[in-house]
């Protein structure tokens, strides 16, 4: 496979998890708008987020199962076109029944799509950049939440919140050509990303668990951040959305480049993630009342979660004991269990103990996170033999030959 047309299918596996992240939190932005057009309350508005995510959660892993001998090419193509599908239906529901049911949809075909994607870009190039690969692809859902999300809602507050789910939809038709044109047609379990490079259960289960816990923690503070801010910081309301911005660029950054690392070693980067989430969210908790400390410790938290989240794609590529696709699906299922519990868990503490509570709490879940993830070292190398192809030559691979970066898109 040529370089520019791996580079080329890699930009559309992004664009998918943009795309994929917009339409997920788009009804956060435009909450009060489809309230009132579709005459229902903002908290069932809201059940659109709450159930999208139980459907990702839920529908991950059996979903993988049962596609798992269907090609990449097709399969992600097929998905693509039902998010085009599904999200045009959306855009013409003249009920709430209707919208909620094409959400659904969408939420089943993301489900399967986050399980798909990261093995498909990893296949596309040499073993060597698969930290960088995974990285890029989740850089497209950091950018959806600093640019994509932030549009989407300022489009819907001028011309209708259809009009925004209409322009999500037209970028997925662009990025389903991309993807069904560029992307090799793999057979179900050939490439060097189809199975772990050196597989142990033991920690891939302490992988879920990691997950689990820090985006746990990660959301139980970031729930509650605007009226952290406002309250504890001293901001004016009209600042929060310019401190979200710097989070999300430092997310953008963090997930950058904390790719090179996960080809060197994903454990490392993993624990480097999490104490780096940690350590801000406990600063967080102690010194949030000073308003430039507080940017800064958002930013560093937003930064190493997004980076937290490339490394878990390197590690499942590591570690996976049986098919990667299988596996990337487990590990999505248990980062959406973190979200829905860090969500719950903050809405708890919240009317008891305050909104400093929910940054302490986050603290303490990811150093419970970071306790498990350093316990990786103790236990002994599996006896099965690490999964190896050789990727010369092969399709559907980029061959590039020396230690060279991924060519810049």
Avoid: K
Avoid at 356 to 376: F, H, K, M, P, R
């Amino acid at each position: 496979m040529g370089q520019r047309r791996a580079v080329g299918a890699l930009a559309g596996l992004a664009g998918g998890t943009f795309l994929y992240t917009t339409a997920e939190a788009l009804p956060i932005g435009l909450l009060l708008p489809m309230a009132t057009d579709l005459a229902v309350s903002p908290s069932q508005v809201g059940m659109l987020v709450t159930a999208y995510g139980a459907v990702v959660m839920v529908a991950s892993v059996p979903l993988a199962a049962l596609a798992r001998r269907i090609p990449r090419r097709r399969l992600l193509s097929a998905l693509l076109a039902g998010f085009v599908a599904s999200t045009a239906i959306t855009v013409f529901a003249s009920s709430f029944a209707l919208l909620l049911a094409a959400r659904m949809a969408t939420a089943a075909t993301h489900a399967l799509f986050w399980a798909i994607v990261v093995p498909a870009a990893a296949e596309l190039f040499r073993p060597g950049l698969r930290g960088r690969v995974v990285a890029i692809v989740f850089a497209g859902g950091n950018v959806a939440l600093v640019l994509g999300v932030p549009a989407g809602t300022w489009l819907g507050e001028r011309a209708g919140w259809r009009m925004s789910f209409l322009a999500v939809a037209g970028i997925g038709a662009m990025v389903l050509v991309a993807v069904a044109t560029l992307l090799p047609s793999t057979r179900p379990g050939q490439g060097h990303a189809a199975r772990g490079a050196t597989p142990d259960a033991r920690r891939f289960w302490l992988l879920v668990a990691v997950a689990v816990l820090a985006t746990a923690g990660a959301i139980a503070a970031y729930t509650y951040v605007a009226l952290f801010v406002t309250e504890i910081s001293g901001f004016p309301a009209a600042s929060v959305g310019v401190i979200l911005l710097a989070r999300g660029v430092a997310s953008v950054l963090g997930i950058l480049a904390v790719g090179a690392l996960v080809d060197r070693s994903p454990w490392l980067a993993l624990v480097g993630t999490v104490a780096l989430q940690s350590v801000a969210l406990l600063g967080l908790y102690t010194v949030g009342h000073r308003p430039t400390a507080a940017v800064v410790l958002l930013a560093l938290a937003g930064m190493a979660f997004a980076a937290f989240t490339a490394a878990l794609g390197g590690v499942v590529l590591q570690v996976a004991p049986g098919r990667s696709d299988l596996a990337a699906a487990t590990v999505s299922a248990a980062v959406n269990v973190g979200i829905t519990g860090g969500a719950l868990i903050g809405s708890l503490a919240l009317p008891r103990h305050g909104v400093q509570s929910t940054v302490l709490i986050g603290a303490l879940l990811g150093i419970a996170a970071l306790a498990l993830t350093l316990c990786e070292r103790r236990i002994r190398p599996a006896r099965c033999a690490p999964h190896r192809q050789d990727t010369v030559g092969q399709p559907g691979v980029a061959s590039l030959s020396g230690p060279e970066p991924l060519p810049q898109r």
